[in-house]
């Protein structure tokens, strides 16, 4: 992470946002070391420093680093918005990236995750899409949880999913959250955690 050093906090500041050109309401910054001087004089301040985009460009260089070292190329594009990055990948051999049932896509997802999270000392939440698995992921089990749900619904019994990654179970929480009747809890540790589409009779419109 890039460096600033300058006679106060407020300079140092300004130089930071001058060098990625955004606002310093953009920054996020760690101040690294302060100095007073002899009185006054030769006092100075050094920050650690960082907007949004320095995640995208780490995210990408991190990436493109990777698919180098294993020989493959590979396109990549990071965009963010309300601090979520998505990462987009097309390579050579997509269905190797993907791994069977996503598991390979959902670990380079998770190295990512910690890298950037390690890099600016913050929880990075990230989620890397290779055209258009994710979607397509997404819908699948969305479709096969709603006929799941509309069984809870009739039998008033509960029913359990297969361990999936937290964003499809994220997306399915979403998809069922207006179905009368039914709600969803997360049980389980690490990779064996799954969704309960519970019966609630107190939930309906």
């Given at each position: 992470m890039k460096t600033y050093t300058a006679k106060n906090l407020d300079e140092a500041l300004k130089a930071a946002a001058e060098d990625k050109n955004v606002m310093i309401s953009d920054l996020t910054y760690t101040v690294v070391e302060e100095s007073n001087g002899f009185l006054g004089i030769g006092s100075k301040t050094t920050i650690s420093a960082y907007c949004k985009k320095d995640i995208c460009v780490f995210m990408k260089e991190y990436l493109q680093k990777y698919f180098n070292g294993i020989g493959m190329q590979a396109d990549v594009e990071v965009s963010e918005e309300n601090d979520f990055y998505k990462v987009t990948l097309d390579a050579e051999n997509?269905?190797?990236l993907i791994g069977k049932n996503g598991q390979t896509l959902q670990s380079i997802n998770n190295v990512l995750r910690s890298a950037a999270s390690g890099e600016f000392k913050r929880r990075v939440r990230v989620l890397i899409d290779i055209n258009g698995?994710?979607?397509?992921?997404?819908?699948?089990?969305?479709?096969?949880a709603k006929r799941i749900a509309r069984t809870v619904q009739r039998s008033r019994t509960d029913a359990v999913l297969d361990p999936m990654p937290a964003d499809e179970r994220k997306a399915i929480h979403n998809c069922l959250s207006d179905m009368n009747y039914?709600?969803?809890?997360?049980?389980?540790?690490?990779?064996?955690r799954r969704l309960k589409i519970v019966y609630n009779p107190d939930k309906h419109k």
């Open positions: 997509n269905a190797i698995y994710k979607e397509e992921k997404y819908e699948k089990v969305c479709a096969l039914v709600s969803t809890v997360s049980e389980g540790e690490g990779s064996e």
